[in-house]
């Protein structure tokens, strides 16, 4: 079992910053030999949900590039570490992806993505 695994340890990534929904942000993914694209669907200056049929497990780590939206010319680039999952469910009314923490984000853009998401525009 990893941290992952047990609830009790999921309570340290709980939200602690502002989020804000996205319509659809496009990220590029860099997991080594391969690249792929998925879409964010809300970021904070710790995080984002990336919506993937295809989630990578938690604990992984791997490089992610996206733009912020066009009022801030920002493109980020960090690493980043995914810390839970939620597999696709037919069933299911939740959209299946994962949940990533930034591990290395310049504390610039981490700011600017907290001002972004404060802000209403």
């Known amino acids: 079992m990893t941290e992952y695994d047990d609830p009790s340890k999921l309570q340290k990534y709980k939200r602690r910053n502002l989020r804000r929904p996205l319509i659809v942000l496009r990220a590029r993914i ?7 694209f998925g879409y964010a669907k809300n970021i904070s200056r710790g995080g ?11 604990g ?9 939206p066009p ?3 920002t493109t980020v680039t960090c690493e980043c ?11 299911g009314r939740l959209e299946p992806g994962m949940g990533l923490k930034f591990i290395d984000m310049p504390d ?7 001002d972004w998401a404060k ?3």
């Open 81 to 91: 570490e995914v810390v839970w999952q939620r597999q696709f469910n037919p069933s």
């Open 71 to 73: 009022s801030t010319r």
């Open 30 to 36: 860099d997991t080594g030999p391969k690249s792929f």
């Open 108 to 114: 610039a853009q981490a700011e600017e993505i907290d």
């Open 48 to 58: 984002m949900f990336i919506a993937s049929v295809n989630p990578q497990q938690p």
């Open 119 to 121: 802000s209403t525009d």
């Open 60 to 68: 992984s780590r791997f490089r992610v590039e996206f733009p912020l």
